[in-house]
């Protein structure tokens, strides 16, 4: 055996092979080091890529989920904007109407109250209570639910009841009132409420101010909260005195100081909430093999972009569908009388004093006859009926209006006077012929003024003018408004 292949001398000496054997691992071990910082910065590197990663996914979750949230916020905005409008529009039709203010005002006909108010208001618009007060804010007359109360039945709403009634009153004499609304009662009752100062008005224009005030007031209780909740995707809507959870929406409730007493709350859908589980296996595939965790996240990524511009689609959707509803009529589909003043708005900005604009208001005869011998549903299917024939009869560049009650306006897209006429007399001609609706013959008729201008802002008063010329003349008929040297509504031509 040579030298080199021996291992241990007898003396106990370290052979050749003892040194190479050595050498070895120190070369080993020097490598494997160097690998390992070699390795140091693909690992740092690694760890610090799936960190962000991690940081970036829920960043971006959250996020998503705050989007939601806002965007269910402002439609629920939306939403609470649009029925607190209702009641205050519905206010304002019985407020500013002269026959209430007869039948409450200048003396109290129970008669008339139980079949306009009493079972009406309550049953067909969810009014739960009616309120009328005098000028020392003395009990008038009080419906609760679809009964007369014997005393004042507003001790449920609050102390800041009187605070609307009393800035309701505060609406300038002898103009059309303006309605004041607001929240009323407590988190674990909440009322909405409106309130407006009762005011008459006659054909000619002129409004005159009483001194009573008529309050109408609806309940959002369990129900209505449910039927919202179903209808705009809320899921878990409440009314609160506590704050929201993080991932939770609401929508803060004031009183007439503007005090928040409470908060609707409820659970919106958190589209980053249902992504976070494979948001996560994508994370752990990332730990695996960067490239494949690469490959996952584009795809969370994409989805989340997608489930991102769905949620801000459905919003404008929301938002488009609310702004529909608040220039709509919502009996006949019309235009209401919201959209006539934003019309006659945008009319006055083009006006240049040349072009001449025109304008017919048809008001029904014998109408309130239909609605006290057949019923408000009889009367209300009347009403879609009128509008089905003045949709009939105008051009795609004309437009109606229903302003309230049984009085409808056309605004023409050009002052042909001969079609005005024709227009106005076919209207008048098939108003007046019975209509079978619902199985019941219904015989009323309608008369209609014309109102010409190169002023938009004139026409209103001036079509209003020339029907209530109609009416004074024996209804039936289209009157035009023809202005003296003074422009003083008082010489109408009539078209028979």
Known sequence: MSTAETVTGHSGQTTDTDVYSEIDKGAGKARLRRIHRLSRPFWASFVIGAASL?????????????QSITSSERVFGS?????????????????????????????????????????YIYAELGIIGVHVLDGQNSDHLHVYEDLVADGSSMAAYGRDTYKIINHARR???????????????TAETLFMASAVRMTTYDRSDTNTSTDHVMMFVRQLDDDALVELSRKFQMPGLKVSTEDPGYFQASWPIANADGIVFARFIWNPELP?????????????????????????????????????????????????????????????????????????????AVANGRREFALMCIDLDWFKAIN???????????????????????????????????????????????????????????????????????????????????????????????LYKSKKNGRGQVSVYVP?????PTADTTVS
């Open 484 to 488: 003296d040297e003074e422009d003083t």
């Open 54 to 66: 991690l940081i970036f996914a829920a960043f971006l979750v959250n996020t998503l989920d705050r």
């Open 372 to 466: 006290d011998s057949m019923g408000h549903e009889i009367g209300d299917e009347v009403l879609k009926y009128v509008a089905d024939v003045l949709r009939s009869l105008i051009y795609p560049q004309d437009r109606v209006f229903r302003l309230g009650g049984d009085e409808f306006v056309i605004i023409f897209g050009s002052a042909d006077k001969d079609r005005i006429a024709a227009v106005g007399q076919d209207a008048i001609t098939i108003l007046s012929r019975p209509a079978v609706i619902k199985g019941k013959t219904c015989t009323f008729g309608a008369s209609a003024g014309v109102a010409y201008s190169v002023e938009p802002v004139k026409l209103l008063r001036r079509a209003d003018a020339a």
């Open 171 to 185: 609406s300038p004499d002898n103009e059309t009132p303006i309605p004041v609304t607001g929240f009323l009662g």
């Open 272 to 348: 980053g909430r249902r992504l976070l589980l494979p948001l996560t296996l994508g994370l752990l595939i990332v730990y695996l093999g960067m490239m494949f965790a690469a490959r996952a996240f584009l795809k969370q990524a994409t989805q989340l972009v997608v489930a991102l511009e769905n949620s801000r689609r459905r919003t404008e959707e929301a938002k488009e569908l609310l702004a529909s509803q608040a220039k709509t009529d919502s009996l006949t589909g019309l235009c209401n009388r919201r959209h006539f003043e934003t019309v006659l708005d945008e009319l006055s």
């Open 79 to 119: 939403v609470l904007d649009e029925k607190l409008d209702r009641l205050s529009e519905i206010t304002l039709e019985y407020g500013f109407w002269d026959e209430a203010v007869s039948h409450l005002v200048d003396r109290l006909d129970m008669e008339w109250v139980d079949s306009n108010l009493v079972e």
